[in-house]
C-alpha cells in the first residue's frame, strides 16, 4: 500500500501558531500547479511496484486550489500511477472556502474526505489564533459538508490560552452535534519565530498552561470515547471504519511519496524532504530537477522511528515485529528500557505488543525517547 501526499503551500492568512511552510502570496500559484503535474511524473518509477491507495491534499490550505486545478492534479496521478479502485482522497479544506456552491461541487468530483480546519467555534479563540474564519462561517460549512459527504474529520484545538474548560466541553459538544465520523484534535503548542511565541513574550498573549491542556485532552478522550469515537492515534478520534487511511499508513511504517515544496517523502529505508521554497521548488521542476534531500536511515533510526510512531496508537510497538526487522538485541533493549515505565503504569505488554496506558498517553512522545537508541558515531 502506499499514499501520496500533495502539499499546497498556500493560505490566505497567517494563523499565529503556524511553523508550516505556506506563501500569502497566490501570485505563483499556476507555476506550482504545473511543478507539482511535473515531480509527479518525473517520479512515477519510485511507486512502479505497488499501487495508491490514498492520495492526501495538505497544506498550506489545499481548498484554496480550484476544482480545475484539483481535477488537474488527481488527473495526473492517474496518468503515472496505478490507483486502487477506491482511493482514499482527502482535502484539507478550512471553512471560509467552504460555501455551499464549493461544498456541492466539490462532493461531485473524485475527492471523497474533507478534512476541515475548524479549530475553535468561539470567536475569541479564533481571533486568538488569527484564523480567517469566524465561528458562524465553522458551523454553517458543517451542516452543509455533513449532508453531502459521509467522510468528514475536523480538527479541533485545545490548550488556547483563555479558554476554560467549560468552553473546550462546548466546542467537543458542538462537534458531536454534527455527527462527524473522524476528529482529529492538537494541544495549541507554541513554536519558535511563530508570532504566537513574540505576543507571548511581550505579554500580549498568555503563555499555554501545560496543565489545562492535560486536563482538556482527557476531557476530550472521555467524551470521545464515551461517544463510540476509537482513540487510534494519540490525536486522532475516528468511528470504525473512518480512521484516516492516509494517516494510518505513514504510522504503521509504509511507504509514501510526498509531492510540493517541503513535503516529506518516505520509502521504508529512506526518507526525503522537498525544498522549503517555492521559487526554487518551481524553478528546479521546470529544468525537470528533483529538489530534494535524501537521507538513508541506519537500523537505529528506522526502530526509534517505529516506536515513536506506534506507541502513539491504538496497534502498539510490536515485539515480534521489532526482533524479526531488528534484532533480539532490540528486543531485550525495548523490554528493559520499557521496565521502569510498566512499573509506573504508563506502559503494559499485552499480545506481545508495548502499549501506553491511559495515564501515559499524554507523555508518550517523552516516554518513546527513553526507549530510543542511540546511533553509533
Ligand atoms: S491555515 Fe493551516 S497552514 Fe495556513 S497558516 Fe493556518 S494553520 Fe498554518
Not at 11 to 25: G, L, P
Not at 74 to 94: C, G, M, R
Not at 337 to 346: M, P
Request: proline share 3%; hydrophobic share 35%.
Amino acid at each position: 500500500m502506499s499514499g501520496i501526499y500533495i502539499h499546497i503551500p498556500f493560505c490566505k492568512q497567517a494563523c499565529y501558531y503556524c511553523d508550516f511552510h505556506f506563501s500569502t502570496s497566490l501570485k505563483k500559484k499556476d507555476e506550482l500547479v504545473n511543478a507539482l503535474a511535473q515531480e509527479l511524473k518525473l517520479r512515477k518509477d519510485e511507486f512502479k511496484n505497488s499501487s495508491v491507495e490514498t492520495i492526501y491534499f495538505g497544506g498550506g490550505t489545499p481548498s484554496l486550489l480550484t476544482n480545475v486545478e484539483l481535477q488537474f492534479i488527481i488527473d495526473s496521478v492517474y496518468k503515472n500511477y496505478k490507483v486502487s479502485a477506491n482511493p482514499e482522497i482527502t482535502l484539507e479544506a478550512n471553512p471560509d472556502d467552504l460555501s455551499k456552491e464549493r461544498i456541492i461541487e466539490l462532493s461531485k468530483s473524485p475527492i471523497n474526505r474533507l478534512s476541515i480546519g475548524i479549530q475553535s467555534f468561539f470567536e475569541a479563540d479564533l481571533k486568538l489564533m488569527n484564523r480567517a474564519h469566524n465561528a458562524n462561517e465553522a458551523k454553517e460549512c458543517l451542516s452543509v459538508a455533513t449532508r453531502h459527504f459521509d467522510n468528514i474529520s475536523l480538527d479541533l484545538i485545545y490548550g488556547i490560552p483563555g479558554a476554560s474548560n467549560a468552553q473546550w466541553l462546548e466546542n467537543i459538544e458542538t462537534a458531536l452535534r454534527f455527527g462527524v465520523p473522524h476528529i482529529s484534535s492538537y494541544a495549541l503548542t507554541v513554536e519558535p519565530k511563530t508570532a504566537l511565541a513574540s505576543f507571548i513574550k511581550k505579554g500580549i498573549i498568555d503563555d499555554v498552561d501545560d496543565e489545562q491542556a492535560h486536563e482538556q485532552f482527557h476531557m476530550l478522550k472521555a467524551k470521545l470515547e464515551a461517544s463510540g469515537f476509537v482513540h487510534y492515534e494519540l490525536s486522532n478520534f475516528g468511528k470504525e471504519g473512518f480512521f484516516s487511511k492516509n494517516n494510518s499508513a505513514y504510522w504503521q511504517g509504509k511507504s509514501y511519496l510526498g509531492i510540493g515544496p517541503s513535503a516529506h517523502s518516505f520509502n521504508g529505508r529512506q526518507r526525503g524532504w522537498n525544498v522549503s521554497n517555492n521559487s526554487k521548488y518551481i524553478k528546479a521542476l521546470q529544468q525537470q530537477q528533483l529538489p530534494i534531500e535524501v537521507e538513508t536511515l541506519t537500523q537505529t533510526d528506522q526502530y526509534n522511528e517505529y516506536v515513536m510512531t506506534g506507541l502513539r496508537t491504538i496497534w502498539g510497538v510490536s515485539l515480534l515485529k521489532v526482533e524479526n526487522e531488528f534484532g533480539i538485541d532490540y528486543k531485550d533493549y525495548l523490554i528493559e528500557q520499557s521496565k521502569i515505565f510498566i512499573n509506573q503504569q504508563l506502559l503494559y505488554i499485552d499480545d506481545k505488543h508495548i502499549r501506553v496506558t491511559k495515564k501515559g498517553q499524554f507523555l508518550c512522545d517523552g516516554i518513546a525517547s527513553e526507549l530510543f537508541k542511540i546511533n553509533k558515531a
